[in-house]
């Protein structure tokens, strides 16, 4: 009696200087009783054997949501149903634990059954989790951006082929071909503009743009972005408003912030309906870009917030990129700044980025 009292002593002492949370417990009369919790596992996850005398108010407690507690149990369960029949004396399995702060935690749960005694470690793992789930989420992004580049670089580019072999066919005239030039002007800006901002987007995915801060002139960058959407904004006889403040200067990455504000200008002529206007401002580090196209819902901004935003079409159904809006919002937060929408459906939109 004595040793089994010494030796249990001695494991809570060895279970104190673990890095881990520990939780002992023991199978008597069919119920599983806790018995120790070590120092780590009240500091990391919180609760006292108080709260959690038995596995099943543990149960409760670290998975409230009943639903979920229920898949735990089950797969815990199957678990150590394999683990005897290959013969095991552990049972291991990874689960989303609530600690008594509220805060979530994926833990690698790793149980080691001697007789009635049980010896649960807790190895934390959120860290591993996350980076699996974004890695997951950057791939997914990736085969989106790449299947949406295919689709639309590959419409344009045949057109282009199409009105090139009419013309070394001789089969069309020079009435006809005349419209076409138009066409092949317009539908090669949008490819060039695609194509750099595919170019940008793989350069910051590899991490390979690297910042250069300078005291950049956003009203330079504003008005050269403008001279070369002239055409499309023209086209549309969109009318543009700017408004400067005399300092209107800012120290940055110029080539960041130039790319940045081109999409910004980019989707507001796109948004923008024939004849409509566009406001372009800074004021108090702050350059806003009004339109008063087509406007989001708030469901559409939640989604560019998230990355998550499918490309929509422009008001003269021109090419749009949900990369392009993905690439603004992670080129911002690379040089410190933030980007703000606000957006009424069938009203407009107003983009800012912030400094």
């Not at 049972?91 to 690698?108: A, I, L, N, P």
């Not at 595919?198 to 050269?224: E, H």
Request: charged share 25%; net charge negative; hydrophobic share 40%.
């Amino acid at each position: 009696m004595n040793e089994t009292v010494i030796s249990r002593f001695e494991l809570h002492k060895v279970a104190d200087f673990l890095p881990y949370p520990f939780i002992i417990a023991e199978v008597i009369d069919g119920i599983h009783y806790n018995t120790f919790v070590n120092e780590k596992f009240s500091e990391e996850i919180g609760y006292t054997l108080e709260e959690i005398p038995t596995i099943e108010t543990w149960y409760e407690h670290a998975y409230p949501d009943e639903a979920y507690r229920q898949k735990v149990i089950r797969d815990w369960d199957e678990e150590e149903i394999n683990s005897k029949q290959e013969g095991k004396v552990f049972v291991k399995m990874k689960s989303h634990v609530t600690c008594k702060k509220g805060m979530k935690k994926w833990y690698e749960i790793k149980a080691s059954v001697i007789d009635k005694l049980h010896v649960v470690a807790f190895v934390d793992i959120d860290k591993e989790i996350a980076l699996q789930q974004e890695l997951k989420n950057i791939n997914s992004n990736n085969d989106r951006m790449l299947s949406v580049l295919g689709h639309d670089l590959r419409a344009p580019i045949n057109n282009l082929k199409g009105i090139t072999i009419l013309a070394l066919e001789d089969s069309i005239s020079q009435e006809e071909f005349t419209p076409f030039i138009q066409k092949i002007n317009e539908q090669s800006e949008q490819v060039l503009e695609m194509l750099e901002t595919t170019l940008n987007w793989a350069k910051l995915n590899f991490n390979s743009i690297q910042l250069n801060n300078v005291a950049i002139d956003i009203k330079a960058i504003v008005s050269s972005i403008l001279a070369i959407h002239k055409n499309a904004y023209q086209s549309k006889n969109i009318r543009i408003n700017l408004s400067f403040d005399k300092v209107n200067s800012v120290f940055s990455d110029s080539e960041i912030v130039t790319i940045i504000v081109r999409n910004m200008i980019s989707n507001a002529i796109k948004f923008t309906p024939q004849d409509g206007e566009i406001n372009i401002g800074f004021s108090h580090n702050i350059l806003s870009v009004t339109d008063n196209g087509v406007g989001m819902t708030q469901n559409m901004i939640n989604d560019i917030m998230k990355n998550n935003y499918t490309s929509k079409r422009g008001t003269n159904n021109e090419l749009g990129m949900g990369m392009g809006l993905q690439l603004t919002l992670n080129l911002a937060a690379k040089v410190n700044a933030e980007i703000g929408i606000e957006s009424e459906l069938g009203k407009g939109t107003s983009i800012r980025l912030i400094f």
